[in-house]
């Protein structure tokens, strides 16, 4: 009887075993990921506040968002229109880190349960819509047309009328794709004792590419109308040993070919010896000007040298005076300024405890920070100065603090680094449109300009640049709709000249 029972089991282990590889010779070598047939974002949710916006100098997109939300499996209702054939893809991720790349905060009075949230990526038909990502079951920040806002669910089911879209059926992309869009680069192209410093322009219109053109010097947008940096390597008011760094408004710079010159008005100089830096020249000693790392509408991100050493400094453009380096809490807050501090002495902590480092610099006005480019972002970079037996170095420690937006204003990367370095995998930088419809990717000495298409880069680029090898792209500052010829026309007026 034993023996029965024994081989009855023995058969059915023989069934199961059979079937179990039948199952698995079914699916060798595929890994499909799992299929969201539900909707992650189910019901009606109501918009509480806006928590950011990344508008590009001179307007973005004016298309508004509506305080309410609706998704469904069949449809989603956002921003007054209906779109069709939503798909979800769904990813877990760490919330400070995902919100850093955002440069987005939460409110103060804002506390999440989890510090690692679900984030549902939605597209409609062929058109990418946007991030949501959820706080928990009743709160969400959606992240589309590089605005953010803050959602409370009210109802659990969506209404009735997404079951039945019809001719208001349309998509978020579909419109942008027929809006102008372009973005003024800055360059800095390393010499044989430095860098030179050059602008892009790169426009598209109806996803057509507009002619490139370029000058030199940096031309950038500000509140008050287009702006020029120049780095002076000579002239009567250099020192051989400095170069000076010129701010100005374009419109009141010295007339260009007309048999007439202007003096410049308000300049900015960062040579201390001049008579408007006395005091700065007597408070501490000169600094050296050694490259523009970042430039936006209102801030400069430099690296300086004093006595020998090299550090950074971010100073506003209204006062280009080296030693006027802004201090991390007046410009990142209490908070940053903690961060700032406590991430520091790790570093000097470290340090301390290795036996050939025989002095460290002090940083007592929070002042040795700047920004730095990384996987198609500007992230904030402290800086440790010390001296290793007899010779200085440098220590570099990345910022857990977002970028203040009136200091990077728009720093969206629409794909993923991982998408951008499969496709081109020498991919050093890369940036985005806000109307998510063209990519620029730098790698070591050229330029790819691609159209966006769906989730990812067109087939081919509609533009190859040659660059020199090592320059970076220290600007990026982005313009759509009319404001776009209104750029073309001042750049040209500028001097700019086709690429």
């Not at 209490?334 to 002495?345: A, D, M, P, Q, V």
């Amino acid at each position: 009887m034993a023996r029965k029972k024994l081989l009855g089991l023995i058969f059915l282990c023989f069934l199961f075993l059979c079937g179990c590889t039948s199952s698995f010779g079914n699916s060798a070598g595929q890994i499909n990921p799992p299929v969201i047939e539900s909707c992650p974002l189910e019901g009606k949710w109501e918009m509480l506040r806006e928590l950011g916006s990344y508008s590009s100098h001179g307007g973005t997109s004016e298309q508004e968002t509506s305080n309410q939300a609706q998704f469904t499996t069949e449809a989603v209702f956002y921003s007054g229109i209906v779109w069709d054939q939503p798909s979800y893809k769904s990813k877990l991720v760490d919330m400070a880190e995902y919100l850093l790349t955002k440069y987005i905060s939460l409110p103060a009075d804002f506390t999440p349960q989890s510090q690692e949230v679900e984030v549902v990526t939605v597209h409609t038909a062929a058109n990418y819509l946007g991030e949501f990502m959820k706080i928990d079951e009743t709160r969400m920040i959606s992240f589309v047309q590089d605005k953010a806002f803050l959602w409370q669910k009210v109802a659990l089911q969506a209404d009735e009328f997404l079951t039945a879209v019809g001719e208001e059926k349309t998509g978020l992309k579909e419109e942008l794709k027929e809006e102008a869009v372009g973005v003024l680069l800055g360059l800095k192209i390393p010499e044989d004792d430095g860098y030179s410093y050059r602008t892009l322009l790169v426009a598209a219109e109806h996803r057509q590419l507009q002619a490139l053109l370029k000058s030199k010097d940096i031309f950038f947008p500000r509140s008050s109308g287009f702006w020029e940096l120049k780095v002076l390597e000579e002239g009567p008011l250099v020192r051989k040993i400095s170069p000076i760094l010129l701010a100005q408004d374009v419109a009141t710079q010295t007339l260009r070919g007309q048999g007439e010159e202007r003096p410049f008005k308000g300049m900015l100089s960062s040579a201390s010896s001049l008579e408007n830096d006395k005091e700065a020249s007597q408070a501490s000693p000169q600094a050296l000007i050694k490259s523009i790392d970042f430039i936006s509408n209102d801030y400069l991100s430099l690296e300086i040298e004093t006595i020998g050493r090299k550090e950074l400094r971010i100073i506003p453009v209204d006062k280009i005076s080296l030693s006027a380096g802004i201090k991390a809490g007046d410009l990142l807050g209490e908070k940053g300024s903690e961060i700032y501090r406590n991430t520091r002495e790790e570093i000097v902590s470290e340090l301390r405890r290795q036996q050939e480092i025989t002095w460290i610099v002090e940083d007592r006005d929070e002042k040795n920070f700047g920004l730095r480019r990384k996987n198609g972002h500007w992230y904030l970079i402290g800086r440790v100065n010390y001296q290793k037996e007899n010779s200085l170095s440098l220590r570099d420690f990345q910022l857990n603090i977002i970028p203040p937006a009136n200091l990077v204003v728009y720093d969206t990367l629409t794909l993923s680094w991982q998408q951008i370095k499969d496709r081109v995998p020498g991919a050093l930088d890369a940036f985005t449109s806000p109307n998510k419809d063209l990519a620029l990717i730098k790698t070591k000495n050229k330029l790819y300009i691609y159209l966006i298409v769906g989730e990812g880069l067109a087939g081919k680029p509609l533009a190859e640049l040659e660059l020199a090898e090592g320059t970076d792209i220290i600007m990026a500052e982005w313009a759509t709709g009319s404001y776009v010829a209104s750029w073309q026309r001042a750049f040209l007026a500028y001097g700019a000249e086709a690429f």
